[in-house]
């Protein structure tokens, strides 16, 4: 199962929310920190995504 990271803005902590696929399309823009329960939480950009954007 994929692993997605997540930033709290509020408590300033990142968190890791393992979920299916379907799952995370359906909740990533409503995902609560699992510290703090704010909904003030953004997903980190993954490792491999930044290294597959290449500046030409
Ligand atoms: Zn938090």
Redesign the pocket.
Request: with cysteine; glycine share 0%; charged share 40%.
């Given at each position: 199962m994929p692993v997605y990271e997540f930033y709290?803005k509020?408590?300033?902590?990142e968190f890791e929310v393992k979920m299916r696929l379907a799952q995370y399309e359906k909740s990533k823009n409503k995902q609560k920190?699992?510290?703090?329960?704010?909904k003030?939480?953004q997903q980190m950009i993954s490792a491999f995504e930044v290294k597959t954007s290449r500046k030409s």
């Open positions: 709290c509020d408590c300033k902590k920190c699992l510290e703090c329960d704010s003030n939480v």
